[in-house]
């Protein structure tokens, strides 16, 4: 009874915000099952699940940051430069654990580098994590010797690669992940504080948060979880790859955003933003089933990036509006 009245009170806009993405999922899935009689196929979606697995990973740090007010433009090169790290560690020493260890240190002190100069310094967030996008691109060529580095362990290739009675590993790691962070977001005062900065920071410093302690948290946060990602995307790969992860951060991006986050901060959900990371995932796949040229598909993301923005944008707008009204 309660859950329905609730439901009453919100607005259209505010129902798009929480829901929407679970229509898109289901327009997407027909839409796929009408284009190609091969979408539908058990072994297609969990190919699907598992090409989607790394960028689902980073979508969770994403929405952190953008829920927060900031955004991370390096994710790719840090994932590219953590999948590096462990495949260097594990070949060096033949150990798992001291690759998978490494990969997520270097990510989250990757992390905090940014933190450090947005939260501290003050710079943009844009700026830095584009300088930090190219630097970390540049250190995983050196660390890696300008070459794809081979050979990650049985480990690492099973948590990317292999299913459990037929389900994804990779997908069970996602769904842990998931939890969690959702688990952080809605039920720490960590996670309410990133939403009061990002609607609010003026008026979250003056109720006595600590802000650039949160978002360097926050940065440390998402850098950490793209190492886990590297680990993945080596087991993926079988490899550490100094020229992956390239735009790995605007899929992530444009599935946390048709999730219903916004890119104004303080509005946000990892639960919708992996749904709207699965949708993207979907998009890819069906064009890859049609045949689709791969320069119309780079045209065709756009496309979803502008109407994603722009859907964000009516969206929040739609929602203040009736905020003020009552």
Partial sequence: MGKKSSLKGLSLAELYSRYGVFLILVIALVTGALLSPAFLVPSNL?????????????????????????????????????????????????????????????????????????????????????????????????????????????????????????????????????????????????????????????????????????????????????GLAGVIYAGRTNSGLPAGGVNFEFEAIIGCVLGGTSMAGGIGSVVCSIVGVFVVGIINNVMNLCSVNAFWQQVVKGIVILIAVLLDIFTRNAIMKSTKKQ
């Fill in 46 to 226: 969990v190919s699907v699940a598992k090409n989607v697995g790394v960028y689902a990973i980073m979508a969770l740090g994403m929405t952190r940051l953008l829920i927060g007010g900031g955004v991370d433009l390096s994710a790719g090169s840090n994932v590219a430069m953590c999948s590096v790290v462990a495949a260097v560690l594990y070949n060096s020493t033949g150990s798992t654990l001291a690759a998978v260890l490494a990969a997520v240190l270097v990510g989250a002190l990757i992390g905090a580098v940014n933190g450090f100069f947005i939260s501290y310094i003050g710079l943009l967030a844009f700026i830095v994590t584009l300088a930090t996008q190219m630097t970390v691109r540049g250190l995983a060529y050196l660390v890696a010797g300008g070459a794809p580095v081979f050979g990650v362990g049985d480990t690492m290739v099973w948590l990317g690669q292999d299913n459990v009675a037929g389900f994804p590993v990779i997908l069970l790691v996602v769904l842990l992940a998931t939890v969690f962070v959702a688990f952080v977001m809605s039920r720490t005062s960590h996670g309410r504080y990133l939403y009061a900065i990002g609607g609010n920071p003026e008026a979250a410093a003056a109720s006595g948060i600590n802000v650039k302690l949160q978002l360097f948290i926050n940065f440390v946060t998402m850098g950490a979880i793209c």
